[in-house]
C-alpha cells in the first residue's frame, strides 16, 4: 500500500511539474509578441518567475518520490518493490526526463534573459519549441507503461 501512496504522489506532482513544461515557453511566446509593452510584459515575467519557481518545487518533489520508488526497495524492502530490477526501460525513461528538464532549465534562462532586455527567439521558433516537450512525454508515458525493454 505505501508503494502506491508513492506512485501516486509521484505521479501527481510530476503531472504539476508537466504543466509548468508546457506552460513557460506559452509565456515567452507571449512575451516575443508583447512588443514594446512595458506593462503586460512586466506582467508576463512576474507569471513566468512564480511559476517557474512552482516547477523547480514540483520538480524537486517528484524527482525525490521517483528516487524512492527507483532504490528505495534497498532501504525499505519490505513496503517497496524493485520495479526497475535488470529492465532497461527505466534508463529510457530518466534519459527523457533529463531532456525535460534540460528544456525546462532552457526555459526558465530564456526567460531570465529576457527580463535583462535580452531578445528571444521568434514566437514562431518559440511555438515550435512548445512542441517538443509533448514529443518526450510521449515517449516517457510509452515506456513506463509498456517497459518495452
Known amino acids: 500500500m505505501t508503494y502506491l501512496w508513492i506512485k501516486s504522489l509521484h505521479l501527481l506532482f510530476a503531472i504539476a511539474w508537466m504543466a509548468t513544461v508546457f506552460y513557460l515557453p506559452r509565456i515567452l511566446v507571449n512575451l516575443a509578441e508583447a512588443g514594446e509593452d512595458a506593462a503586460v510584459r512586466a506582467r508576463l ?14 520538480f524537486g518533489i517528484a ?11 534497498h532501504v525499505f524492502a519490505q513496503a517497496l518493490p524493485n520495479v526497475a530490477g535488470s529492465m532497461h526501460w527505466i534508463d529510457a525513461k530518466l ?4 531532456l525535460l ?17 535580452l531578445p528571444l527567439p521568434s514566437s514562431r521558433a518559440l511555438r515550435w519549441l512548445n512542441e517538443l516537450p509533448v514529443l518526450l ?7 513506463v507503461i509498456a517497459k518495452p525493454f
Open 45 to 58: 515575467h512576474l507569471m513566468g518567475r512564480r511559476l517557474y519557481k512552482f516547477g523547480h518545487n514540483m
Open 63 to 73: 524527482f525525490v518520490l521517483g528516487l524512492v520508488l527507483w532504490q528505495g526497495w
Open 95 to 98: 534519459t527523457l526526463v533529463a
Open 101 to 117: 528538464l534540460a528544456y525546462y532549465i532552457w526555459a526558465g534562462r530564456a526567460l531570465k534573459r529576457s527580463e535583462k532586455g
Open 137 to 143: 512525454l510521449l515517449g516517457v508515458i510509452f515506456l
